[in-house]
């Protein structure tokens, strides 16, 4: 069914295109949320709770209304009222979309440390964030649980829901595990990880009456939309939402934090337009990241190789006030032909910060736990990691027995152990020496589901042979935009120079967040079905065979066609959203589809100071056709230096008596730096998948997962230590 394009030319798809948007973003054209401005623009800062639990029982803001410059302070005593979100339900994707639970500003209730519990107004920015600074506030404290490691021996299981299973088993793993001649079983912990986008949060809202205008930055526009509609108590066609560009999102700006909600209460409670731009601090306080887990990985091999058993069970965390379980099994299903599957996710809720989505959340920890492990077991068994992963390479799906979409892991293991020269790689630890460094070389699996959601495109040809392309998704630096144009102008037979994609704005027809690496290929579906439209209409009007589509229109003396797929209405939207369930989701469902790569990771480390420096790395993936040489290769590269830095440097310190996140600041909170980064060679396969349309497969998220296990297996081979801990930090190793 994998739709194709015209063969009549040159095809723009797969090219190295530069980035459409690449000119305005490097010259600083581009006007990103926070940029833009209104008259009587005021601006907000927020004031957090300092405790973890309880009540506000006063709150005294006369020193920070008089600060020169301050509008108004307010609280839950003076703050407009706004509705609670919306119920969580696992049907519904839009209402897991809530950040938190929490009614800010509408209550005196306090549900973490750090939660907004006042919002000050002003003239300018530097007087609001010094108001902030001045509300005093008492509380009354109650009783909370903050500390993951306390909490975790105590965790329930996750439940199975249409969108997510907590739990999958195949055969009696626990009985074969107690049975195998080889045993390895290890127990892993990952710490909680803040987002540190380049652009902060920021929006800017604007009332007119009663229709609500904001400039955010979000990955979500039709989330946003519908949420404040609630939030406000208006129709969701009176909330306009503007985010033409995003400066990073990875899953932080996916949910709807207290910041968008407040500058739109702001902005209502003074009838001025307000922006407020989180500060650093601030964005760790009230927006989520990636849950801290503990993971234990049991598995049992035969003296051959062969695995009869594969344990991976996880805690993570929830925020008591909201969060999303994350993935962290997901691959343990689907990578190895183990002959009895165990995977069992649990949960604990605490009183922090709610968890949020964070680049393959589940899947970048979970495959650190698994594939540390089945390097683990490729040394009891005395095997070459990579023949042990091939050994165990399943015909299908392992644990329910689906067909592959298509399956190429092994022929991206070859390519890349040719490129990175892992011949050269003597398995002995501790064997490899460069001066006074230890070398060391580790390989890991990638794996990330392939998702395809309902998308609406609106389709313009003119006659002086431009294209307009129109979809409400969003661009926050993955190049989505760039290959929608490239798919346009190879579908009606233009140079991408004449289209034009308008996106990141609620007017526009709506498309799914840019969230689950699916963005790409979901919006491809509907713009080729929209392209086929519009050449069927070109083909009513007598298109002969070396007729271009513009010389249609004038012969016709039409100034322009438009087509559209899907509908923009609400009712027609859920609709529209049923019949693609039933018939294309459902018919995507029969094949298991992923991504997939094998990454090959070098690293020095000191074996005085315990210094790790990643010193080369190549990975090679397997994810179908590959729309954009170079945004492609960009997108996979910087999955990679995010797995670099979760690896080894990041964690977000939470003080286990109170729950105050202790390093909110990139000074304290480290991550890579372009020192920190060796050359990164990416290859891929360019195998279409044949379910895709185009045969193409996400890659927003595969990159990153693997990333982890492929540096701690590379630190055993240098050092001969097992760090099953992250972030592998030198004192580790001493
Ligand atoms: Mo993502 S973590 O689906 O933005």
New binding site residues.
């Given amino acids: 069914m994998t739709q194709t394009l015209p063969a009549t030319r040159e095809s723009a798809v797969g090219k190295p295109v530069d980035r459409v948007d690449g000119a305005v973003k490097t010259t600083g054209a581009a006007r990103f949320a926070a940029e833009y401005s209104y008259p009587g623009l005021a601006h907000a800062a927020l004031v957090h709770a300092t405790i973890s639990r309880g009540r506000v029982t006063t709150i005294d803001t006369a020193e920070a209304a008089a600060v020169p410059g301050v509008i108004t302070v307010l609280t839950h005593h003076n703050a407009p009222a706004l509705k609670p979100p919306r119920k969580v339900t696992p049907t519904d994707l839009s209402t897991m979309a809530s950040g938190t639970s929490v009614n800010y500003l509408n209550t005196d209730e306090v549900h973490w440390d750090g939660q907004p519990i006042a919002v000050v107004v002003a003239e300018s920015p530097l007087a609001a964030r010094e108001a902030a600074g001045l509300v005093r506030v008492t509380y009354e404290a109650s009783e909370s649980t903050v500390d993951f490691a306390a909490a975790e021996p105590n965790a329930t299981p996750q439940k199975n829901n249409l969108i997510m299973q907590g739990s999958a088993k195949k055969g009696d793993a626990e009985a074969a595990f107690a049975e195998a001649p080889v045993r390895i079983d290890s127990r892993f912990t990952t710490p909680p990880l803040h987002h540190n986008a380049i652009e902060p949060h920021a929006t800017l809202a604007l009332w007119d009456g009663d229709r609500l205008t904001v400039h955010d930055a979000t990955?979500s526009i039709d989330w946003l939309r519908s949420h404040l509609a609630t939030r406000f108590g208006i129709p969701a066609s009176d909330v306009r939402v503007i985010a033409p560009f995003v400066g990073g999102?990875?899953?932080?700006?996916?949910f709807i934090w207290a910041g968008t909600i407040l500058t739109a209460l702001a902005a209502r409670a003074t009838g001025r337009p307000v922006r407020m731009v989180l500060t650093r601090e601030s964005v760790y306080r009230v927006v989520g990241g990636r849950t801290p887990s503990t993971q234990r990985v049991a598995l049992g091999a035969r003296a051959d190789g062969t695995l009869t058993s594969l344990i991976h069970t996880s805690v993570s965390r929830l925020g008591r006030v909201g969060g999303s379980p994350e993935a962290v099994t997901s691959q343990s299903k689907h990578l190895y032909a183990a002959e009895n599957i165990l995977v069992q996710q649990n949960l604990v809720e605490l009183d922090l910060v709610s968890n949020?989505?964070?680049?393959?959340?589940g899947e970048a920890i979970g495959t650190f736990a698994l594939e540390a492990s089945i390097d683990e077991l490729a040394y009891e068994l005395g095997m070459d990691p990579i023949d042990l992963r091939m050994h165990n390479e399943p015909e299908r799906n392992p644990i329910d027995g689906k067909r592959f979409a298509r399956r190429y892991l092994r022929e991206a293991y070859r390519v890349g152990a040719e490129r990175f020269g892992w011949a050269n790689r003597t398995p002995e630890p501790r064997s490899m020496r460069d001066g006074r460094w230890l070398v060391g070389m580790g390989v890991a699996t990638a794996f990330h589901p392939s998702l395809l959601f309902v998308a609406n495109v609106a389709v313009r040809l003119s006659v002086d042979g431009t294209v307009l392309v129109r979809c409400g998704m969003q661009e926050?630096g993955m190049g989505g935009a760039t290959v929608q144009a490239q798919i346009a102008a190879d579908a009606l037979e233009v140079p991408v120079e004449s289209v034009r994609v308008e996106y990141g704005d609620s007017t526009l027809p709506m498309a799914p967040?840019?969230?689950?690496?699916?963005q790409t290929a979901s919006v491809a579906n509907s713009l080729l079905a929209a392209c086929e439209k519009l050449r069927r209409r070109l083909t009513k009007l007598g298109r002969s065979a070396d007729e271009s589509p513009a010389a249609v229109l004038a012969r016709e003396g039409l100034p322009s066609l438009e087509v559209s797929v899907g509908s923009d209405t609400r009712l027609g939207r859920v609709a529209g959203q049923l019949k693609f369930m039933s018939k294309f989701l459902v018919d995507q469902r029969r094949w298991m589809k992923a991504a997939l790569g094998a990454h090959f990771c070098e690293v020095r480390v000191d074996p005085d100071t315990g210094e790790v420096r990643v010193s080369r790395w190549t990975a090679s993936f397997d994810v179908g056709r590959v729309m954009n040489a170079k945004t492609a290769a960009s997108q996979l590269r910087g999955g990679i230096v995010m797995g670099i830095g979760m690896a080894l440097a990041e964690e977000t310190l939470i003080d286990p008596r109170n729950g105050r996140i202790m390093n909110p600041s990139l000074a304290e909170y480290h991550v890579p730096v372009h020192a920190d980064i060796p050359p990164i060679d990416i290859t891929y396969l360019d195998e279409p998948d044949p379910t895709m349309p185009l045969g193409l497969v996400g890659i927003?998220?595969v990159s990153i997962t693997g990333v982890a296990g492929a540096i701690a297996n590379a630190i055993h081979h240098a050092t001969g230590r097992r760090v099953r801990d992250l972030p592998i930090t030198l004192d580790k190793l001493l």
């Fill in positions: 990955q999102g990875f899953g932080g700006k996916g949020a989505p964070m680049r393959a959340p926050m967040s840019a969230a689950g690496s699916m927003g998220e």
